[in-house]
C-alpha cells in the first residue's frame, strides 16, 4: 500500500459532540454524501452507527439513491434523507418495503412520479428561499402546496430549504432573508399538513455554517456536512462563530493523507524537474518522488506551490503534479529513504499541512481538496 487515508474516529466524535451542544433540540443530520466528502462512505458508517445507536445521530443524507441503498446493504436501518433529485427510474431499485428513505421533491410532477413506483416512501418538499436550485418558489410553490392540500393521503414529512450564502460573508442578511421566505413556507404548508397529514411536518434547513451562526435556522432537524469531518465551512464562518456562539467549538481535521516515498533521485544543479520543465534546481537537490498525482486527486494547480511532510519537516512540491506521481526536494532531509511515509494531508512531529492551506494555493474550498481524493486508495479507522 503506497497510499492511504486515515480517519480518525474521535475527530469526528468530536464534531458531533459539538453540533449536539450548538443545536441540542435538532435532530443531527450527519451528511454522507460523494463517498462521505471524500473520508469514505463505509468508513463514516462504521464510526456514525454507534453514535446513532445512542442517539446523538438522527439519521443520514445522501446525494444519490444509489448511496441510500449502499448503506442499508452495509446494515445501517435508520433514516436517510436523499437530497439529490434522482431519475425517475431509480426509484425501482428502492427496495419495496423500504420507509426510512426520505426523498427531496419539488414539484407536482416529482410527486407523481414517486407515487406511480413507491407510493408509501415518505418525501419532503424543497422551497428554494434565494439558492436558484432545486426547490419550488412564488407561484410553483403555490401549486405544490395546492396539490398537497388536496392530497391529504399522501406520505407527504417535511419540508426544506437550502442556504446559498452563510458561508461566505460576515453579515447574515441574505440568510436572514431565506430564513424570512422559509418561515412564510412554514405557515402555509404546516397549515396545510395540520388540516389533513399525519405526523407533524419536519422542517429543515441549516447546513454546517447555519447551523452555528442562524440560530432560527436550528429546527427540526440540522444537516451536517463540512463540520462533521472537523472542517469550518470557511474562514469567515470561523469568525462570525466568535461573536455567535457562547463557546467557540474545537473542530479536528478527520482526515490524513499518506503515502510513501517510492525513489530518491540526486541531481546536480541546473537540471529541469517534470513535465513542462517548470522548475530547474539551482543546487545540486535530493528529489523524493511520491507517488499521488492528479487522478489521486492532488491537484494540478499545487504544483511547485504546495509541500509534503517528511521525518517532520517541509519538503516542496518540485514541478508539476503529475497523473500519478509528485516530486519533492528533500535536499534538506538527508535521512530520508524510499519507504519514508509522506504527508500529503496532516501533522507530522510539529509540523502541519491542512486540506485548508491546499485548498487555498489551489483556489479552491476545502470541501472540493477532500471530496476529490480517490475513492479507491484505502481508509483505516484510526484511533
Ligand atoms: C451538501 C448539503 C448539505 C451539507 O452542507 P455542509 O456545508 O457541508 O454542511 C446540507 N444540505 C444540502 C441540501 C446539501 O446539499
Redesign the pocket.
Known amino acids: 500500500m503506497n497510499t492511504w487515508l486515515e480517519i480518525s474516529r474521535s475527530a469526528i466524535q468530536k464534531s458531533v459532540s459539538n453540533y449536539r451542544a450548538i443545536a441540542p433540540n435538532s435532530g443531527f443530520f450527519a ?1 454522507v ?1 460523494s463517498n462521505a ?1 471524500g473520508h469514505g462512505l463505509k468508513q463514516l458508517l462504521e464510526i456514525l452507527m454507534p453514535l446513532y445507536s445512542s442517539g446523538e445521530v438522527s439519521g443520514l ?1 445522501v ?1 444519490a439513491i444509489f448511496e441510500a441503498v449502499q448503506l442499508r446493504e452495509w446494515g445501517y436501518a435508520g433514516p436517510v434523507l436523499i ?1 439529490g433529485r434522482n431519475q425517475d427510474s431509480d426509484y425501482a431499485r428502492i427496495p419495496e418495503q423500504e420507509r426510512e428513505f426520505h426523498i427531496v421533491l419539488s414539484t407536482v410532477d416529482d410527486i407523481l412520479a414517486l407515487h406511480s413506483v413507491r407510493p408509501s416512501l415518505p418525501f419532503h418538499l424543497k422551497v428554494d428561499t434565494g439558492m436558484s436550485r432545486l426547490g419550488a418558489h412564488d407561484e410553483a410553490l403555490a401549486r405544490v402546496l395546492q396539490y398537497l392540500s388536496e392530497n391529504p393521503d399522501l406520505p407527504w414529512r417535511g419540508l ?1 430549504t ?1 442556504f446559498a450564502n452563510v ?1 461566505d460573508v460576515m453579515d447574515q442578511g441574505y440568510g436572514r432573508l431565506q430564513y424570512a421566505r422559509f418561515a412564510k413556507a412554514m405557515e402555509e404548508a404546516g397549515a396545510i399538513h395540520r388540516a389533513g397529514f399525519q405526523g407533524s411536518l419536519i422542517c429543515h434547513s441549516a ?3 447555519p447551523a452555528m451562526l442562524l440560530p432560527e435556522s436550528r429546527q427540526d432537524w440540522i ?6 469531518y472537523g472542517f469550518w ?1 470557511s474562514s469567515s464562518t470561523r469568525l462570525s462563530a466568535k461573536m455567535v456562539l457562547a463557546e467557540m467549538p474545537e473542530f479536528r481535521p478527520a482526515l490524513s493523507w499518506k503515502a510513501r516515498v517510492v525513489h530518491i533521485n540526486p541531481v546536480a544543479e541546473g537540471v529541469d524537474v517534470g513535465y513542462g520543465c517548470t522548475y530547474r534546481t539551482t543546487a545540486p537537490t535530493t528529489i523524493a518522488v511520491i507517488p499521488v498525482g492528479y487522478y489521486e486527486g492532488y491537484d494540478r494547480s499545487l504544483s511547485n506551490r504546495s509541500h509534503v511532510l517528511i521525518r517532520g519537516r517541509r519538503a516542496p512540491l518540485l514541478g508539476r503534479v503529475c497523473m500519478n506521481m509528485i516530486m519533492v526536494d528533500v535536499t534538506s532531509i538527508p535521512e530520508c529513504a524510499p519507504g519514508d511515509v509522506a504527508t500529503l494531508i496532516g501533522s507530522d512531529g510539529g509540523e502541519s499541512v491542512t486540506a485548508d492551506e491546499l485548498a487555498d494555493l489551489a483556489g479552491t474550498i476545502n ?1 472540493e481538496v477532500v471530496t476529490r481524493i480517490e475513492p479507491g486508495i484505502p481508509r483505516i479507522i484510526v484511533d
Do not use: D
Not at 444537516?223 to 462533521?228: Q, T
Open positions: 451528511v454524501k466528502y443524507a446525494n437530497m426544506m437550502h458561508e447546513a454546517s455554517a444537516r451536517v456536512g463540512i463540520s462533521l465551512a470541501y
